[in-house]
Every structure is written in structure tokens, then in C-alpha cells.
């Protein structure tokens, strides 16, 4: 969203078809939560280690 990007979860499709509804469900609520972070916000987590930037090659 914006220049906001997030990637939350992945797994291998070998390992497993897909994500369960219960999933799909928190993840969806992670995803609301973390597009309302601000630069602030966003810049705090990263600093503390609970979200880690990835940069474009």
C-alpha cells in the first residue's frame, strides 16, 4: 500500500499447499496493523529487531 511493502510469511509449496482460514485471518489483521505504522513506528521495530528491512537489489 503507498510505498509500504510487507512480507509476513512464507513457506515452500512443497512443503505445504497453503495457509489455513485461521491464518489467512491473523495475517490479514497483521497486515492492517502494520500499513497504520508510521515512518516512526516502522524505524523503531526495525532498530528493536522485530521487523527486519529488506532492501531492492
Known amino acids: 500500500m503507498g510505498d509500504k511493502s ?9 512443503q505445504r ?8 485471518k491473523a495475517l ?3 497486515a492492517k496493523e502494520l500499513l497504520c505504522y508510521s515512518n516512526l513506528q516502522l524505524s523503531k521495530a526495525v532498530k528493536s529487531g522485530e521487523l527486519i528491512k529488506v ?3
Open 28 to 30: 490479514k489483521f497483521m
Open 55 to 57: 532492501k531492492k537489489l
Open 17 to 24: 499447499e497453503n495457509i489455513s482460514a485461521k491464518e489467512l
Open 6 to 14: 510487507f512480507f509476513i510469511f512464507g513457506f515452500a509449496k512443497n
